[in-house]
């Protein structure tokens, strides 16, 4: 008897976190969260998976260096790492937008006397493409959170970030300005572990496939 293959599956510890889990649930492949036990790599309920639990940002380095054959990531952080995976299936949760937005009292697209706008965002590679695009000029200054409280702070002008409800912007006095991105939940594999563990792959791509459509 040969040993079953376990996929090693990635998720991120944010926002995607509950509606992957529900998925997974869906499935029959449950897992406890991370928060109850700590642990943080363990094995699904119906022995299919190994589920590693990172931080979003880090799904699609995972995946992309193969220590993690699969993982479920937000569209954001991987179009900001462009790591070279395969992309094979949109989920439809976590859709959200990523947005330029200032304060209602701070000019956009452009500051007066030609100042250079500070714009302070977690995602600085995306941030720098957009305003190459549009020409404008800026200073990028890359923060890890709580994005929205750099302009309140000094530390920025505008801001790049998520949004959802548009609750957080409204909250911190900031209102959108330009779209950048449509954002949502995908699947990513790891392109060699495609090739040697095809079988595993098509199984998992197609319950979550049946299971979101
Ligand atoms: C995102 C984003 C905003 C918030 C927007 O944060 O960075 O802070 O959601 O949601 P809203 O429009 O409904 O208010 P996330 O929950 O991804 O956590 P983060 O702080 O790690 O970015």
């Not at 890890?144 to 920025?156: D, W």
């Amino acid at each position: 008897m040969t040993a079953r293959t376990v996929l090693k599956l990635a998720l991120p510890k944010g926002r995607l976190l509950e509606p992957s889990l529900t998925l997974l649930r869906s499935i029959g492949a449950a897992v406890s969260e991370p928060a109850a036990t700590r642990k943080l790599l363990v094995p699904s309920s119906d022995g299919t998976l190994s589920v590693l639990f990172v931080k979003p940002a880090d799904v699609p380095v995972y995946v992309e260096s193969g220590a993690a054959d699969v993982g479920i990531t937000g569209t954001d952080v991987l179009r900001e790492t462009a790591a070279d995976v395969l992309e094979p299936l949109a989920l439809g949760f976590g859709r959200c937008r990523m947005v330029v937005a200032s304060p209602t009292q701070i000019p956009y697209p452009a500051l007066p006397g030609g100042v250079t706008p500070r714009v302070a965002t977690k995602y600085p590679r995306l941030t720098r493409a957009f305003f190459a695009e549009t020409g404008q000029g800026v200073e990028v200054i890359t923060v890890s959170g709580s994005v929205e409280v750099a302009p309140l702070l000094g530390l920025s002008h505008w801001i790049v970030d998520l949004v959802d409800t548009g609750r957080t912007l409204r909250e911190n006095g900031l209102v959108e300005r330009a779209p950048i991105l449509d954002v949502g939940a995908v699947v990513v594999v790891n392109r060699a572990s495609q090739k040697l563990r095809l079988e595993e792959h098509q199984r998992l791509l197609q319950a979550l496939h049946d299971a979101t459509t």
